[in-house]
């Protein structure tokens, strides 16, 4: 995580040299804000992975969460608060069928949450026949959410702060959490010493849905008009967040801190080359070089650690 923190402080640097007006308040505020969603979802992907598995359908179920917790919003505009709930619900539900697929239907987790990805955006097409849902209809406190500030933080980040903290005080000082933590380093072991691993991984995956509800909630207030397209394309971008981040595809390591210093380093590289008047088209190479060179790592890596528990025990053999 160290790492990543270095590598953010050099982004920081680097950008300000070519751009002095990347160090601006105004311009700093917007990059943690533009992070703070998808931290939150760079967490859920992370959950996810910590178990050895993967959700590449993080997208739709923010676009189908948002999109039904908006136009009911949009229809019932004196509900409050507790509206907070629907996404919540829907996400913890749509995540709920990942984990019923990959834990009890034994399909590979790749294949299934690509086929729901499918399925979640096309429901989404179904239901929404086409409308999209603007500003102008959604109850006045939603519009503001994304404006309300804190201390003079905005309330997204303290929002995102806040998740990101307890997600990663659960995953580090909670049984629950250590035992995802047991089943991404080995699920077989795990199983042999009780723990019930299906269960765990339905919870990882359900859980990841809750969180990515609620980031679809607060991204459709902070977008304004929900279209069926929403959040399309965040599945790529939240795994990058979270490989980045430290959170190794192969499951059993990295954390969630992790993972939201990554978003900020997606959100900071992107902000960087909006400067520099770079393409979009070389924004997306260099977020899919990021995967491939932070996944190449994680490899790296384990094979070494690999190779130097070998020599420790051929070691231990030795002076026994």
Not at 75 to 99: Q, R, S, Y
Not at 132 to 151: C, G, V, Y
Not at 191 to 197: C, D, Q, S, V
Request: proline share 3%; aromatic share 8%.
């Amino acid at each position: 995580m160290s790492g990543v923190a270095g590598f953010l402080v050099l982004l920081c640097v680097a950008f300000a040299l070519l751009r002095p007006a990347f160090m601006t308040p105004g311009n700093l505020k917007a990059i943690i804000s533009n992070a703070a969603i998808l931290a939150i979802v760079a967490a859920a992907q992370a959950v996810v992975l910590i178990t050895r598995n993967l959700d590449v359908s993080v997208g739709s179920i923010m676009g189908f969460a948002a999109y039904l917790t908006a136009d009911f919003a949009a229809h019932h505009p004196g509900v409050g608060g507790a509206l907070l709930l629907m996404p919540l619900a829907i996400g913890g539900a749509l995540g709920a069928i990942n984990g019923l697929l990959v834990a009890y239907g034994l399909v590979s987790p790749l294949i299934a949450t690509l086929g729901t990805m499918s399925v979640y955006r096309g429901l989404t097409y179904v239901y929404a026949r086409g409308q999209e849902i603007t500003s102008s209809r959604l109850p006045h406190w939603m519009n503001e959410l994304p404006d309300m500030r804190f201390a003079g933080i905005p309330l997204l980040v303290l929002i995102a702060a806040a998740l990101v903290c307890l997600l990663a005080a659960f995953l580090n000082f909670y049984s629950l959490g250590r035992r995802m933590y047991a089943i991404g380093s080995n699920v077989s072991a795990s199983a042999f010493f009780g723990l019930r691993t299906k269960r765990i991984v339905l919870f990882a995956y359900t859980l990841g849905g809750v969180l990515c509800g609620l980031a679809g909630f607060l991204y459709a207030a902070r977008v304004g008009t929900v279209t069926v397209v929403l959040a399309s394309g965040w599945e790529l971008t939240s795994l990058a967040a979270a490989v980045i981040g430290g959170v190794s595809v192969a499951g059993g390591s990295g954390n969630v801190i992790g993972a939201a210093l990554g978003a900020v380093v997606l959100a900071t590289i992107d902000n960087g080359l909006v400067l520099l008047g770079i393409p979009e088209f070389w924004r997306m190479f260099v977020q899919g070089s990021a995967i491939v060179l932070a996944a190449t790592a994680d490899v790296i890596i384990a094979a070494q650690v690999r190779q130097s528990l070998r020599a420790r025990r051929r070691l231990a053999r030795t002076w026994s």
